[in-house]
């Protein structure tokens, strides 16, 4: 197992968001888990969005928030669990759910307030993503995870941002 490395990014948009979740998405593999905690508004459903263009979802108006229901499935390169716990207080709630199949199963799970999930839930292969507001349309992200992923994700941000310029 890699080395697990920790990087923050800036975004000063959705947009900037949303590019980030896409170059993330284009390099993970099935049995991944990705979780997201941060405060209400702070990006975690705009990231999801990204991340599931980057796993090659045709329709990204499909991702809503699936606050009501837990979960929702959506069929890309390998399927996306997205999974959102905000409103479950008492994790008790979550046994018999099933919910465990989905965590390293043979998709990629996002999970939104993931930090309320016990580590005993989680594979040894997941990203942690901590989003925090810094100012109007200014997010930090905070990515952690396997080394390979998190600086080959750094390195072409890097390179996507000398094309801007
Ligand atoms: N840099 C940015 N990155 C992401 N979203 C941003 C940014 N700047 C402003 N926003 C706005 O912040 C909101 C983020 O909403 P989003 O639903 O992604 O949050 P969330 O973390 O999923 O919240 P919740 O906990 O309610 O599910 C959107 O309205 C988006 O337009
Ligand atoms: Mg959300």
């Not at 993970?28 to 705009?46: A, I, N, Q, R, Y």
């Not at 990231?47 to 699936?66: C, H």
């Amino acid at each position: 197992m890699s080395e697990f490395v920790t990087k923050k990014i800036l975004s000063s948009s959705p947009e900037e968001t949303l590019r980030i979740g896409k170059e993330l998405g284009r390099g993970l593999e099935p049995g991944m888990v990705v979780l997201l905690s941060g405060e209400l508004g702070s990006g975690k459903t705009v990231f999801t969005k990204g991340l599931a263009q980057g796993l090659g979802i045709a329709d990204p108006d499909l991702i809503t928030s699936p606050s009501f229901i837990i979960m929702n499935i959506y069929p890309a390169r390998v399927p996306i669990y997205h999974i959102d716990l905000y409103r479950i207080d008492d994790l008790r709630g979550l046994e018999n759910t099933g919910l465990e199949e989905y965590l390293g199963g043979d998709g990629i799970a996002v999970v939104e307030w993931g930090e309320k999930l016990p580590r005993s839930y989680l594979p040894e292969s997941r990203i942690e993503i901590v989003f925090e507001m810094t100012g109007a349309e200014e997010r930090s992200i905070r990515i952690s995870g396997p080394e390979e992923i998190i600086l080959n994700l750094a390195q072409t941000r890097k390179k996507s941002c000398h094309c801007e310029e």
